[in-house]
């Protein structure tokens, strides 16, 4: 029996309720790691700059040499399809994550593993809980360098979002037990910063705001939506190498991820980011995304934490 108070999830080709989405324990997600991702979110129950997101994900899925079986305007239609079977289980304040997942399908061990079946096609949407990062917004987070480096792109290109997040895991995990209030700043072999577990990495020095290319992070829409907003707002910006002493000197560093879009960092590995307040190109750059979005998304965490205590 379906329960109408349960959402949706769309698995290769089927709408099925949470409980009863099941993978085989030999698909390629499970056996092999084989498997891509995006996710985005809504602003007022709208997708944001989903075509961009699932464009990102095709990308991914040639690289990887999975062939999902439909074309990027079918997936669009089908996640298009499930948010709205599921909106009228989200409250109107309430926005949500949506999260495609692909993987090479069905894979049998054995020596070759190259896609022999089906792709499997996950796609979820659920709300989203900003209770976790609500009172960085304005006490700032604390950037840490873990002791894990970012995996070279030779051996796998970080443009490349895949379901085998091992290593952000044990990344983020080696700063919480530095700070618990710690965010990930992950550096490259050769000490460049590269990322953030599941974001990118900003600074604003002198009134100008920098951020690595994405030659060895994730060229992250988020990032993308934020260069826009900063040339809306007249902030200059350069897209660059930078190196821990870039963080420690600067006026201000933040990181910009889908859900909480841009969280401010008031101290790098134990020392503080300027006056160690949150900074107002952060605050500028949010108010920017209010204007952007509709949202502001301070104030929906906030809001969150207040009806979850």
């Not at 769309?10 to 989405?21: M, T």
Request: charged share 20%.
């Amino acid at each position: 029996m379906t329960d109408h108070n349960e959402r949706l999830v769309y698995l290769s080709g089927d709408f099925v309720p949470e409980s009863q989405a099941k993978i085989s324990i030999f698909d390629a997600a499970v056996n092999l790691g084989h498997c891509v991702t995006d996710s985005s979110r809504t602003f007022h129950h709208e997708a944001f700059k989903l075509k961009a997101h699932i464009a990102r994900l095709y990308q991914s899925l040639k690289v990887a040499r999975i062939d999902p079986g439909i074309d990027p305007d079918e997936m669009y239609r089908i996640t298009m399809d499930l948010l709205e079977r599921n909106l009228q289980l989200y409250a109107t304040t309430d926005d949500c994550w949506i999260v495609h997942n692909v993987s090479a399908g069905m894979s049998p061990l054995g020596p070759d593993p190259k896609q022999s079946s089906a792709a499997t096609i996950m796609i979820s949407n659920q709300p989203l809980n900003l209770t976790g990062w609500q009172k960085y917004y304005h006490v700032g987070c604390h950037a840490v360098t873990p002791f894990s480096r970012q995996i070279p792109s030779q051996s796998l290109d970080a443009r490349i979002k895949n379901r085998s997040r091992m290593f952000y895991t044990l990344a983020e995990q080696e700063v919480k037990l530095v700070d618990p209030d710690a965010q990930s700043v992950i550096l490259d072999t050769d000490g460049f910063v590269a990322e953030n577990k599941g974001g990118n990495v900003f600074i604003a020095k002198d009134g100008v705001v920098k951020t690595p290319t994405s030659i060895n992070g994730l060229a992250g829409i988020t990032r993308q939506t934020t260069l826009e907003i900063c040339r809306a707002q007249g902030i200059p910006f350069i897209e660059t190498r930078l190196l821990p002493y870039d963080l420690y000197t600067a006026d201000e560093v933040f990181f910009t991820s889908t859900p909480y879009c841009l969280m401010p960092a008031t101290k790098f590995n134990g020392l503080h980011v300027g006056d160690g307040m949150v900074g107002p190109i952060a605050k500028q750059i949010l108010l920017g995304w209010q204007e952007l979005t509709g949202v502001n998304v301070v104030e929906q965490a906030d809001s969150q934490t207040h009806m979850s205590s």
